[in-house]
C-alpha cells in the first residue's frame, strides 16, 4: 500500500508529524517573523511580474457648475437685465437646489404656469406637480412670493391708497391675480384714506365668491373705517365684472352710506389686467 504524503503545515516546506510539533521550531518562528514583516506585493495572474493597483477615474466635474459661475458673474456685472426669465428662475434655483442642472426644471415651471408670476402664484401643490421640484422647494418658492408681497404692501402703509393707486393695484394683482379660486378682499382705510386693515372677507370657488354686505359693514364699524375698497378676482383672467358683482356691489354702496362709510371703489384683479367699477361708473 503507498504511504500517504504528509500534509503541509503551511510553513514552507517543513514536514508536520501529526502530532502538532515541528522541527527546529526557532527557525520556524524566526521564518514567521520574516514573512509577516515582508512587504506584500500583489502577483499577477501572467507571470511573476506585480499588478498594478487599480488606479481611480477622476470624477468629471458636473457640466452644470462653469454654467452657474457664468450666470452669477452675469447677473453681478449687468443686472437682471441680462437674463431672461428662466434664468433668474435658475438663479433662484442654484440655492434651493445645489447638486442639479436647474435650467430643465426652471423652462418647465414657466411652460406650466406662463410666467414668472404665474410660477410664483401657483399653490405648493401644483408646484410639486413638476418634475424636480419636492415639498421644500415649492415651499421656499411661495415664501419669495410672500416676501415679494409683503415688500408691495410696505409701500401702501401710512399713505393715502387714493394717491397710490399704481401700488395698489401692483399689490392686488401681486396678491390675487393667480389664485385659482375667487377671494374677496376689503381695504379698510381712515378718514385720510390710509390703510387701517387688509382682510380676505371670503374664499369660493373658480367663479363666485359669497359676500355679505352686512358683515363688510360690521367689520368696518369694529376697526372704526370711514371707508373702504372692495376687491376681488377672477380666476379665468377676464376683470370683466358680472352682473351679480355688480349687483352685490351696489347692494354693499347702499348699507354702508347711512353709516358714514364710503365705498371708494369695487376693483377686480385678473391674470390680464384690472377693472375698477368707479371709472366705469358702475356706481
Known sequence: MAK??????????MPFDGSG?????????????????????????RGDKPAKPPSTPATPEAHYHGHRERLRNRYRDSGDTALADYEILELL?????PRRDTKPIAKALLARFGTLGGVFGASTKLLQEVSGVGEAVALDLKLVASV??????????GKPLLSSWKALIDYCHTAMAHETREQFRILFLDKRNALI???????GTVDHTPVYPREVVRRALELSATAVILVHNH????????????????????????????????IIIGKNGHVSFKALRLF
Open 21 to 45: 510539533a515541528t522541527d527546529g521550531l526557532e527557525d520556524a518562528s524566526l521564518f514567521d517573523e520574516r514573512l509577516f514583516f515582508a512587504p506584500q506585493t500583489a502577483k499577477s495572474t
Open 235 to 266: 380666476p379665468s383672467g377676464d376683470p370683466t365684472p358680472s352682473r351679480a358683482d355688480i349687483d352685490m356691489t351696489k347692494t354693499i354702496v347702499e348699507t354702508a352710506r347711512p353709516l358714514g362709510i364710503a365705498v371708494h371703489d369695487h
Open 4 to 13: 500517504r504524503p504528509a500534509p503541509s503545515s503551511g510553513h514552507g516546506d
Open 93 to 97: 434655483l442654484f440655492r434651493l437646489i
Open 197 to 203: 386693515a387688509d382682510e380676505v372677507q371670503g374664499l
Open 148 to 157: 415679494a408681497q409683503r415688500m408691495l404692501k410696505s409701500e401702501l402703509t
